[in-house]
């Protein structure tokens, strides 16, 4: 057996086994629906990115595989992954769902403890339904020439970008599931008895190597994430979209409003996003799209306080934005991750209740 073979027996059986080891509990928990899900269409595709050049591709051994080394050449970079499902006769807009930082797609998709994700309810419900991987994250892939830069000495070592890796004890407590780690909120939604099936969601992050600053891409209106280029690209290649934002990604579909390309027919920003310092120019392009701002338990008295300056601007210049606190309406326990809460569903139809009336009754 020549070392290609052997190469990718290796790998197979590595795959084999860690897939053998990892998914049994999260297999036995799957409860399966009760209807047939039925489809018109189901796939994936990307969306944008950029060719950059490359020195090194970053491994010795391609000469030896190969008979060529492969050095130098084009490397494209920052594109997004989507995939979609549509339903045989939509009733609804097209609806993208983009994830936050240390996620991927996973976490619209069957919850950690095997229920039905939003994935599959929206698309029940009549939405041609769409989840987009942050350019830089998971099936989108990373930028890693960098790394090579300064593995070959091209670049120092300072110029590496950290990567940033999501510990159980962060994710508690920003996930809000409790006030530390093993304590649990009083009556909490999330089904922590399956909190190891999100740890597993969680990947490495690096932030760096995607925008100029973290800070800037969480603050300023203008950004020139790809993400947010390419969410914005795809929303007019669709001839029309709502975009959902959730966490670090919560401001995308406002920026993404700002590239003016067009076919965003509403936002969602879960967990805030808003901006306090919006020109006057920009106020006025997000005024002609509704916007809803929607944000779970355990924020304290005043969860409404992030979004109180934009949402007088909008107003003021005749928008429509929403901001609605769960427990403020009753429904109360849901954390950071309400997706995958216990009562998710019903969180979900909310979200289609505001559709319906704030962007397909303004639609007609």
Not at 239 to 250: K, N
Not at 306 to 334: H, R, W, Y
Not at 350 to 363: D, G, M, N, P, R
Request: proline content about 6%.
């Amino acid at each position: 057996m020549n070392m290609l073979s052997l190469l990718r027996s290796a790998v197979l059986t590595t795959l084999m086994t860690a897939s053998a080891g990892a998914s049994g509990q999260a297999l036995s928990d799957l409860k399966p629906s009760l209807e047939p899900l039925v489809l018109q269409s189901q796939g994936s595709f990307f969306v944008g990115g950029r060719t950059v050049e490359t020195k090194t591709a970053g491994w010795s051994g391609m000469k030896d595989l190969f008979g060529e080394s492969f050095e130098a050449g084009k490397v494209l970079v920052d594109q997004m992954y989507v995939q979609f499902q549509t339903p045989p006769e939509p009733s609804h807009t097209p609806i993208v769902f983009v994830h936050g930082g240390l996620l991927s797609s996973k976490a619209w998709e069957t919850t950690p403890d095997g229920r039905m994700g939003w994935y599959e309810y929206f698309t029940r419900q009549g939405f041609p339904t769409y989840l987009a991987d942050q350019s830089g994250r998971a099936r989108s892939g990373f930028n890693g020439t960098v790394f090579n830069q300064v593995r070959n000495g091209s670049l120092p070592p300072s110029r590496q970008p950290p990567v940033f890796l999501g510990t159980s004890n962060m994710a508690w407590k920003l996930f809000r599931f409790g006030p530390e780690l093993g304590q649990t909120w009083p009556g909490l939604q999330f089904p922590t008895d399956h909190v190891d099936e999100v740890y597993k969601q969680i990947i490495p992050d690096m932030f760096e190597t995607q925008v100029p600053s973290l800070l800037d891409e969480l603050t300023s209106p203008e950004t020139n994430n790809a993400s947010v280029e390419n969410v914005a690209s795809l929303a007019q290649e669709l001839g029309g979209a709502i975009l959902v934002g959730h966490s670090q990604s919560a401001g995308f579909p406002t920026q993404a409003v700002l590239k003016k390309k067009g076919g965003i027919r509403g936002i969602i920003q879960l967990e805030t996003g808003c901006f306090a310092n919006l020109t006057e120019d920009q106020v006025k392009i997000l005024a002609t799209v509704p916007i809803l701002v929607m944000v779970g338990d355990y924020l304290g008295e005043h969860p409404e306080a992030p979004c109180v300056k934009e949402m007088e601007q909008i107003k003021a210049a005749g928008g429509d934005m929403t901001f609605i606190s769960l427990p403020a309406i009753g429904v109360k326990g849901n954390s950071h991750m309400f997706m995958q809460d216990k009562n998710n569903l019903k969180i979900a139809d909310i979200l289609v209740t505001w559709v319906s009336e704030h962007v397909e009754t303004k639609a007609r």
